[in-house]
């Protein structure tokens, strides 16, 4: 295409395009930059979600950044985003839109945190990364996750979480690098790195990393999407600490980052008000202090829904106030008229609209969206999900699982021998077929394998949103208890349990005759595992608290503050006594490859 105007011209610099772009737009181009919206890969005329316009409604208000939700095909990925684009171009400046998505490589059966997978490769969550200590296949797999956005058409990454699991109820642990702050800064900074390459150029997906400050510490561990968890607290004073994977992203270069919700309760000095809302973090630590230039965009629905310690404020006093505060994009919003109507009546002036807008449009020319907005929609199902991608995944699924206790002797003790009858639950006949035999009772078995899954409490009626959240409780009830220690003094039993959070093993440990931890695996990752095929290479990423009462008693803000626990960060025995071998990285080839 050739250029009519400077910023159409990709030979100029990036400051330069954004410069010239920013004296054509109108107020109502700009403003619609500050919104960033759900919507689905749908028709363009079909409501839009949670009481939104549709999308051609949303694009004709200026927005042109949207977080797309469940996902078909690559190919039908791949094919709307291309429509969107040409439907975007039909604006007189043809402003390209910004697709973004949450996580959607790992293995999540919540779509409250995460996205499920649907046609893209699946890793372990990023508790079983953690568990791996590895930063290159980190930024080794942050480069598959490129690739495959960019295959379909998604540009900004609404991860990773690098808050800290400092609190062992908090439901949001799955899909963070665990407890320690060191670990958690060098795999945050391994993964922005293998999204983003060593600056955001046309290769990358920009990263929004999340939710700054560090939104871990949340008093008795609830969920700030929930009014009862509104509170994060710092008894320990470790603030500072909480802060740390956060400016080494700074340093790292990352592009974006989110606030989280929750509204800081005791520090000296600070307003006690939502992070998006917070003048004190936003402007002072993060801009001032910290010197971040980059993308500041709230969670998503503060303004309308979250808008902890400022609920008695008008929707536009909120839009106000978190524009004071320092934010550029409000997440989960869509009323750009009502910012408009601030900037006419004077409430916010045009050159606070513009240092957004220029931020929002310097990170669009620097992915290259102006000068190629279209993905090659043959290619996209070749690209997403590639056999040898989904056997690394699948490998390194097996790899994180950490082995807590392993029997000295028996037929229960791992890995597994072929040829043993099994009682299972958690795995088919299907699964078995070739290494031991299901059988239906615990009575008939040589060996029993239980999969399970942290415990939690109910929240919500079920279906609603706040169901997805698991919190609360720890500890097993009694009755699983007794049913399960039953079955091991019936047969000797290997226990595999899915760690979303830390789980009280400390009355199952005692009585299986071996434990394995998994932080997402698939069937056949688990019995690969099981039988040695992947032997467990992982280390925990998180104290396993040996009580509720020692949990009760811990301080949220404090890391391994739980007494006595169970087992502790970095315990993973190992099949043998020699050290763990590096995970295969056969398709090392295919995975680096970042174009697409």
């Known amino acids: 295409m050739n250029a009519r105007f400077p910023y159409e011209d990709p030979a100029l610099p990036v400051e330069q395009r954004v410069d010239d772009l920013l004296t054509r737009m109108s107020l109502q181009d700009k403003a619609g930059l500050l919104f960033q919206q759900f919507v689905k890969i749908d028709d363009f005329d079909a409501p839009g979600m949670f009481g939104s316009a549709s999308i051609r409604e949303l694009l004709s208000q200026g927005l042109t950044h949207f977080n797309i939700l469940f996902a078909p095909s690559a190919r039908q990925i791949a094919q709307w985003h291309n429509a969107l684009q040409d439907e975007a171009r039909k604006h007189p400046l043809g402003i390209p839109v910004t697709v973004a998505s949450d996580p959607r490589h790992h293995f999540t059966d919540n779509p409250a945190t995460a996205m499920m997978a649907g046609p893209f490769t699946q890793f372990p969550e990023p508790l079983g990364l953690a568990a791996l200590r590895d930063e290159d ?140 809302f917070n003048k004190d973090m936003i402007t002072g630590l993060l801009r001032e202090q910290l010197g971040f230039d980059g993308i500041v965009c709230t969670d998503w629905g503060i303004l309308s829904n979250t808008c902890w310690g400022v609920e008695h404020l008008t929707y536009e006093q909120r839009m106000l106030k978190a524009l004071d505060a320092g934010v550029d994009q ?97 795995l088919s006949a299907e699964s078995l077929v070739g290494r031991a035999t299901l059988v239906a009772t615990p009575n008939e078995a040589d060996v029993a394998v239980l999969r399970l899954q942290a415990p939690w409490e109910q929240r919500g009626d079920g279906t609603s949103f706040e169901s997805f959240f698991h919190a609360g409780s720890l500890a097993f009830p009694a009755a699983e208890i007794e049913r399960i220690t039953q079955i091991s003094r019936t047969v000797p039993t290997v226990i595999d349990i899915y760690l979303d959070r830390p789980a009280i093993l400390t009355e199952l440990a005692g009585s299986a005759a071996a434990v394995l931890a998994n932080f997402g695996a698939c069937e056949e990752a688990v019995v690969r595992t099981l039988f040695g095929d992947v032997p467990p290479q992982g280390m925990l990423p998180f104290d396993l608290p040996s009580s509720m009462t020692a949990v009760e008693a ?26 763990p071998q590096p995970i295969p990285v056969a398709t090392a080839a295919e995975l680096n490859e970042t174009g697409a």
């Open 137 to 276: 296949l980190v930024e080794r797999f942050g480069r598959l996750v490129r690739r495959e956005y960019r295959a379909v058409g998604i540009r900004a990454a609404l991860h990773p979480q690098i808050d800290l699991a400092t609190e062992p109820r908090w439901a949001r642990q799955s899909t963070t690098f665990g407890e320690d702050a060191e670990l958690t800064a060098r795999l945050g900074v391994a993964y922005i790195k293998g999204l983003q390459g060593d600056q955001v150029g046309p290769e990358s997906v920009s990263v929004m990393a999340k939710h700054f400050p560090g939104g871990g510490p949340q008093k008795d561990g609830e969920d700030p999407h929930f009014s009862y968890g509104r509170e994060q607290v710092y008894p320990g004073g470790y603030f500072d600490l909480h802060l740390k994977p956060f400016t080494a992203a700074i340093a790292a270069g990352v592009a974006q980052l989110m606030p989280y919700y929750g509204m800081p309760i005791g520090l000296d000095g600070v307003e006690e008000v939502g992070f998006g």
């Open 330 to 426: 409000f997440g989960g919003e869509h009323r750009a008229d009502v910012l408009i109507s601030l900037v006419r009546t004077g409430q916010v002036s045009q050159d606070r609209i513009d240092v957004s807008a220029r931020r929002l449009l310097r990170d669009k020319f620097r992915l290259g969206l102006f000068d190629e907005r279209h993905v090659d929609t043959e290619r996209a199902d070749i690209i997403v999900g590639t056999t040898a991608a989904r056997a690394e995944g699948i490998t390194t699924q097996a790899a994180a699982h950490t082995l807590l206790t392993n029997a000295a002797t028996g037929p229960a003790r791992l890995p597994l021998r072929t040829g043993l009858k099994v009682y299972a639950e958690g």
């Open 554 to 579: 811990s301080r949220p803000d404090a890391p391994f503050d739980t007494a006595d626990p169970l087992f502790a960060f970095g315990h993973g025995l190992r099949y043998d006594a020699g050290m």
